[in-house]
Every structure is written in structure tokens, then in C-alpha cells.
């Protein structure tokens, strides 16, 4: 007995859905942009504290230094994580199609 896939109903997502992914997408995005200066000025603010209170000269370096290495790991995290992620509607539609779902009938 052949196989007949069925046909795919086509849903298409409301405007607001596609509107709060695109949100959600720049969130992403600002949040690697603000997130590298910042975490090399708060390792500069921090160094330059150590730098006050025990009198040393070069621990405002180490800290922008050590905050920008520790940014990076944060950003290069992120970036693995948004790759590693699949859309949603598209194991939805392997699914529908007969591609692999829980409860294929053949």
C-alpha cells in the first residue's frame, strides 16, 4: 500500500506573532552590541577600585582586559546557543508532513 503524505495545512502566523519574533531577534542582537563595552568598563571600574585601595598602577588594565576576555565567552556563548536553536514551526511542519513524528502511521 503506497504512502500518501497529507497535505499540509498552511497556517500562517499571525502579524503580532511575527512582529514580537522580529523583537525578540533585535533584543538578541542589542544585547551582544552593549555587552562587550560594558563588561570591559565594569572590569576597568573594578581594577581601577583594586588600583585605589592597594595602591598599584596597572590592576585598571587587568580588569579591562579580564572583563573583555569574560564578555567575549558571554557573546560567543550566545552566539553558539542561536545557532544550536531550530524554529519552531519547522519540526511542526516534519511532523505534519510525515517526516519523523512520535505517532507516524505507515
Not at 7 to 29: C, F, H, Q, T, Y
Not at 32 to 57: E, T, Y
Not at 61 to 80: D, P, Q, T, W
Request: glycine share 10%; aromatic share 6%; proline share 8%.
Amino acid at each position: 500500500m503506497p504512502y500518501h503524505r497529507p497535505i499540509p495545512e498552511s497556517k500562517s502566523r499571525p502579524k503580532l506573532a511575527r512582529g514580537m519574533d522580529a523583537l525578540v531577534e533585535a533584543e538578541k542582537l542589542m544585547q551582544i552590541a552593549l555587552l562587550l563595552p560594558s563588561a570591559a568598563f565594569i572590569g576597568w571600574l573594578a581594577g581601577a577600585w583594586l588600583d585605589k585601595v592597594l595602591h598599584q598602577a596597572w590592576i585598571g588594565l587587568a580588569g579591562m582586559v579580564f572583563g573583555g576576555i569574560s564578555g567575549l565567552v558571554y557573546v560567543v556563548k550566545l552566539a553558539m546557543q542561536a545557532a544550536s536553536e531550530t524554529p519552531p514551526d519547522k519540526t511542526e511542519n516534519e511532523e505534519k508532513n510525515g517526516k519523523g513524528g512520535p505517532d507516524r502511521e505507515e
